[in-house]
C-alpha cells in the first residue's frame, strides 16, 4: 500500500478525490446554492470546484510531490493556463452530472429505485477524477501533436 501511495501520480489522485468530494459535500449536501436546476448546480460546482482546483489543489499536489511552482511565466501563460484548468474543469462537471443522471435513469427504468439517487461525495470525487484524468491525456496528446506540428513547420 506505501508502495502505491508513493508515487506522485496517486498522490495528485487522492487529493484531487478528496478535494471534489469535499466540494460535493459543502457545496450539493450542505448549501441551497445553485439547487434549482442542474445548469445552476454545474454553475455553481463549476465556480467552486474550478477556484478551489486552482488555489488549492494543483499547489497542494505540486508541493508534496516536490514541483517548484513555475514564477518564470508570464502572466499572459498563467492566465491562459488557469482559465483553460477552469474549462477543464466545467466540461468534467457536465460528464460527471451526465454520469450520475444517465445511472439513475438505467436504475429507474429497470425497477430496482423509485426515486432519483442523491449524489455522495465518495462516488462524485472517484467519477470527477476519472474524468479529469481523461481530459488531461486527452489535453496532453492534443498539445504533444500541436508541438510536434509547429516544429515540422519551422
Same mark, same amino acid.
Given at each position: 500500500? +506505501?508502495?502505491?501511495?508513493?508515487? &506522485?501520480? @496517486? ?13 460535493? +459535500? ?13 445548469? &445552476? ?18 499547489? +497542494?499536489? @505540486? ?24 474549462a477543464k474543469v466545467l466540461i468534467t462537471l457536465v460528464f460527471v452530472f451526465g454520469s450520475y443522471y444517465y445511472f439513475t435513469e438505467l436504475l429507474i427504468g429497470h ?28 489535453? @496532453? ?9 509547429? @516544429?515540422?513547420?519551422?
Open positions: 500500500m +506505501l508502495k502505491w501511495l508513493s508515487k &506522485d501520480r @496517486n498522490i495528485s489522485r487522492i487529493i484531487r478525490i478528496w478535494g471534489a468530494g469535499a466540494c460535493c +459535500l459543502f457545496i450539493i449536501w450542505g448549501s441551497p446554492i445553485g439547487q434549482e436546476t442542474v445548469v &445552476d448546480m454545474i454553475s455553481v460546482m463549476g465556480i467552486v470546484l474550478g477556484i478551489v482546483e486552482m488555489f488549492v489543489l494543483t499547489p +497542494l499536489a @505540486n508541493h508534496l510531490i516536490g514541483l517548484k511552482p513555475k514564477h518564470s511565466q508570464s502572466i499572459y501563460r498563467r492566465v491562459v493556463t488557469r482559465l483553460a484548468v477552469f425497477g430496482m429505485i423509485t426515486s432519483t439517487a442523491l449524489i455522495e461525495p465518495i462516488g462524485f470525487g472517484l467519477l470527477y477524477m476519472f474524468y479529469f484524468e481523461i481530459l488531461h491525456w486527452i489535453s @496532453n496528446s492534443i498539445r504533444k501533436i500541436w508541438e510536434v506540428r509547429l @516544429n515540422v513547420e519551422k
